[in-house]
């Protein structure tokens, strides 16, 4: 059976005519085994239960149970089946229990007890940059997703029947014949609603107009079961509507992407050999040449997007999404909004509510990362999205609660219509191993992450925990800064790890927290200062947000005493790292205009998280445990990738100076952009201080233009925070250009 069918479509129920005491366990087991084989999860599941009536204790069974309920969107029976079996087995026969267990609570909206869970995940697994540990943050970040606001730029509602039915529509758009063309798995049925031949249950292809009272009865369209056995899904045109592509499914399930054309018969695509399960054909006009976008393995993980350009019924230059788009897990239902050039897919693993949620991305600009629709996703799976920002409409697939179905809320996938603006919200993107090189990545493709968006990816795992032994660096001082870098205090923090050890009776909990946590800090920071690297090498003005935590052993005020020497640690390693590559961006005298800075937040919590020793007396609690040691800590929480120019269409703007130095001049350009429609004369600046001042202005700049107006940094300043206002007079304007100009003064 193809991806289409295992991954989306409704899986029908069997007849279960004989009593369960009249059957053996072996027996109802043997169907179940046979059922999952051929692909009949449901059928399967209701012969497993037909087992576990009689043994409701065995876990192989409560384990096969669980499968099958997963792969037929039973959720609430999956998660509970997981958890009990991770309960009995602590992962040691079944080690992806616990992970299944947490996707099945997210599909099922029991987003605290799948938080729980996949914190549980993160923790157990050793390697932080597996699959797994990408897919527990994603995970998380889901969470957090739906703990939000939903948003309400969309208006989602149900089509009616007779387009759905208890059977599985989907794939639904708008054909050049103004029709609504969709696919749909149907069946003749018994007076209980149960399939009567499982080998007539097919998917075909099926059109339906509106009428003043809904919809007309849908018609089967090209491509019913012919024959030969033969049906088809997922149907598409060119814009002239002169060809169709669609799935053409041979009767062993083996798919293919065909074409035809109203007066010629189907011929299968050359060109995507290479790509034997290929389905779910999109064809788009892009930048002048006509492209086949379709999902198909072999890629980063899964399915992932494809795409090429396509002649008639030949596909060349076939290339694959990228790593922005395509993940570990599973892409699939591509289409692309040709009014504004995004790309719009389905995916089971970027940050997402349940199942699987609905994405987009610029395809035709340099992305920033790839944007969760929330408007649209539930917890169930929600597949095969079709927008045009033109008209500000749409339709999309799901199975989520409500979807019409004779057994389970979320057995089927229904159609749905979309309505609106969809609702701007921030990217999500993935830590990748390495890019792409520029000179080698199709600027439309997706995947050409520009450097903005590697760090983009890095905030998608933040905070950033970096962890430190008991009053380090720099014990029992008053002091606020340190020579000390952060590698240098974590090296020693890491030899001190045996006699942690040594202090806990049992290591595991301080074994997990050095592996885990500590460990993975240390290498994140490394990752950080790889991405940070081409950043500001590109002329990229960064600010990472670093606040400050502490065990409960000392006063509040020591602590915060103690959390700036923290941090003045972790300056000093930026600058010193790379041997020095990163100290010009710090001390602002980068040639490029890049710059890097920190901004320390408030200290962290009055008060330690509870449990927490402050005995010191019993320093195995207040020092070397697990919970102590968590306490020690610093976190980068945010980047922030500032703009590298001043636009003078509003009233005012700001421009970091960075760090300087007291008594060494500097000077400074600031770029200016006129986004006006006349020419831009900047007559002269006037300064609040005479330690910053407009050394130069530009000539004229012309609408579209850019120019540069030069600061004088003159050093006569305190140390400490800076902050000075320059009013920039404008020819023709009565009102001046406020210009802030922002700093941090070092000695």
């Known amino acids: 059976m193809s991806i289409d069918l295992r991954h989306i479509l409704c899986m029908f129920a069997v007849a279960l005519s004989m009593a369960t005491a009249a059957q053996s366990i072996d027996q109802w087991t043997t169907w179940g085994d046979a059922s999952m084989a051929k692909q009949e999860y449901y059928g399967a599941s209701r012969f497993y239960a037909g087992a576990l009536a009689l043994e409701p204790g065995r876990m192989s069974l409560q384990w096969k149970q669980a499968e099958a309920c997963r792969l037929s969107n039973q959720y609430p029976q999956a998660a509970d089946l997981y958890s009990r079996v991770y309960q009995k087995d602590a992962g ?3 080690p992806d229990a616990l992970q299944w267990l947490g996707e099945m ?11 729980s869970t996949w914190e549980k995940v993160l923790q157990k697994e050793k390697d932080k940059t597996s699959v797994l540990a990408r897919r527990a943050l994603n995970a998380l970040a889901g969470c957090d997703k739906a703990g939000a606001s939903k948003p309400l730029g969309l208006e989602i509602s149900h089509l009616p029947g007779p387009v759905n039915t208890n059977d599985s529509e989907f794939g639904a758009r708008t054909g050049p014949d103004s029709l609504l063309w ?8 018994n007076a209980d609603g149960e399939v009567q031949d499982t080998a007539a249950y097919r998917v075909g292809i099926y059109s339906s107009r509106p009428n003043m009272q809904g919809w007309n009865e849908p018609v089967p369209g090209e491509g019913q079961p012919d024959a030969m056995g033969h049906s088809n899904a997922n149907l598409m045109w060119t814009a002239s509507g002169d060809r169709m592509y669609f799935t053409m499914i041979d009767a062993d399930g083996t798919k293919h992407i065909a074409s035809r054309t109203p007066n010629s018969p189907a011929q299968t695509l050359t060109g995507l050999e290479g790509h034997a399960d290929a389905t779910q054909p999109w064809v788009a006009e892009i930048n002048g040449k006509t492209m086949l976008l379709f999902a198909a393995s072999g890629g980063q993980g899964g399915m992932d997007i494809w795409y090429g350009d396509l002649n008639g019924t030949t596909v060349t230059n076939i290339q694959n999404a990228g790593q922005l788009v395509n993940s570990p897990g ?13 790309l719009w897919f389905s995916s089971d693993f970027h940050a997402g509510l349940g199942g699987y949620d609905i994405f987009k991305v610029d395809w035709k600009n340099d992305p920033d990362g790839i944007e969760n629709v929330l408007d649209v996703n539930s917890p169930a799976n929600d597949l095969y999205p079709v927008y045009d920002s033109a008209s500000g409409k749409g339709w999309f697939t799901s199975n989520r609660k409500g979807s019409f179905a004779a057994k389970g809320e ?8 979309i309505q609106g603006v969809p609702t701007k919200t921030p990217v999500d993107t993935l830590l990748v191993a390495e890019t792409t090189p520029a000179d080698s990545v199709d600027p439309m493709t997706p995947g050409s992450t520009n450097v903005k968006s590697l760090l983009t990816r890095m905030q998608s795992e933040f905070p950033l925990k970096l962890y430190f032994h008991n009053d380090e660096p720099e014990p029992r001082t008053r002091q606020t800064s340190t020579r000390q870098t952060y590698g240098a205090t974590y090296a020693a923090y890491k030899n001190l790890f045996p006699t942690y050890r040594e202090q806990n009776t049992d290591p595991t909990a301080i074994e997990d927290f050095f592996r885990n946590e500590a460990e993975f800090g240390r290498a994140q920071l490394d990752a950080l200062v790889q991405a940070l690297i081409p950043a500001l090498e590109s002329g990229e003005r960064i600010t990472l947000d670093v606040r400050g935590h502490a065990s409960p052993l000392a006063k509040n005020y020591y602590n915060r005493d103690l959390s700036l020497r923290r941090i003045e640690s972790l300056r000093n390693h930026l600058r010193t790292v790379e041997n020095g590559r990163l100290s010009s961006y710090m001390d602002s005298t980068a040639t490029n205009g890049g710059l890097l800075r920190l901004r320390v937040l ?7 998280a509870s449990g927490v020793s402050d005995d010191l007396n019993d320093l195995k609690r207040s020092v070397y445990s697990a919970e102590a040691a968590r306490e020690r800590r610093i976190e980068v929480e945010r980047i922030h990738v500032e703009s590298h120019s001043i636009r003078l269409s509003q009233s005012s703007a700001g421009f970091d100076l960075g760090t ?10 600031v770029p200016v952009v006129n986004d006006g429609a006349t020419p831009l004369h900047i007559v002269r600046g006037r300064s609040s201080c005479d330690c910053v001042m407009v050394e130069a202005t530009p000539p004229p700049i012309p609408p ?6 030069e600061l004088h940094y003159s050093g006569r300043t305190r140390p400490g925070p800076l902050e000075r206002l320059i009013e920039l007079e404008i020819e023709g304007s009565t009102t001046p250009y406020l210009l802030n100009i922002v700093g941090n003064v070092i000695q």
């Open 92 to 94: 040691r026969m079944y």
């Open 660 to 669: 300087v130095r007291q008594g060494v001049p500097q000077r400074f350009q």
């Open 602 to 608: 408030p200290f962290g919590e009055d008060r330690s």
């Open 182 to 189: 969709f696919s749909s798995l149907r069946g003749d049925l």
């Open 105 to 115: 609570q997210l599909c099922d909206a029991r987003y605290d007890e799948a938080r």
């Open 330 to 342: 599973n892409e699939v239902s591509p289409s692309i909004d040709e009014s504004a050039g995004i």
């Open 704 to 709: 579209g233009g850019t120019g540069t107006i």
């Open 410 to 417: 979320t057995c089927c996938n229904d159609i749905y219509r």
